[in-house]
């Protein structure tokens, strides 16, 4: 018995650490304007719904749709996303949800701290990798 529940903590650990790495992959991949790596960490279904106060709001469903959302969004905002506070919650051995709070500088405008924000984020295990099933993002513009 002992064995089980050491062996379901490494689980738990190895879990939040993935998820951990996937959000840090995320930005890394939006400040390098990799689009295929960024859509490569949602699943084939996967969701990014972006606020109106960004440069193009609403729904984007599936890795085509997001791709092009963000090829023609980093473009123009040469972004610098960091976050903080990652709150992962899991549901499971194959689902979690969470929050990460972030902020992002805008390179195009003097590494100005243009929208404060958080993701509340849908992960799912997808063939043996950690994925993101669905991202929504809550943010606010902060004034020039």
């Not at 023609?72 to 949800?97: C, K, Q, S």
Request: contains cysteine.
């Amino acid at each position: 018995m002992p064995n089980d529940d050491l062996a379901a903590r490494i689980a738990a650990l190895e879990a939040r650490d993935a998820i951990r790495d996937l959000v840090a992959r995320y930005c890394h991949y939006v400040r390098e304007r990799r689009h295929d790596n960024i859509v490569g960490l949602y699943t084939p279904d996967g969701v990014f719904d972006m606020p109106a106060v960004m440069a193009e709001g609403g729904v984007r469903s599936g890795r085509d749709a997001i791709a092009e959302t963000f090829a023609r969004n980093n473009e123009a905002m040469d972004p610098w996303p960091f976050t903080h506070n990652h709150v992962i919650d899991l549901d499971g051995e194959d689902r979690a949800t969470g929050h990460v709070y972030t902020e992002f500088r805008i390179g195009s405008d003097d590494m100005r701290v243009g929208f404060v924000g958080v993701y509340a984020d849908e992960y799912v295990r997808h063939e043996g990798v950690w994925k993101f099933r669905r991202r929504k993002l809550q943010s606010v513009a902060l004034p020039a």
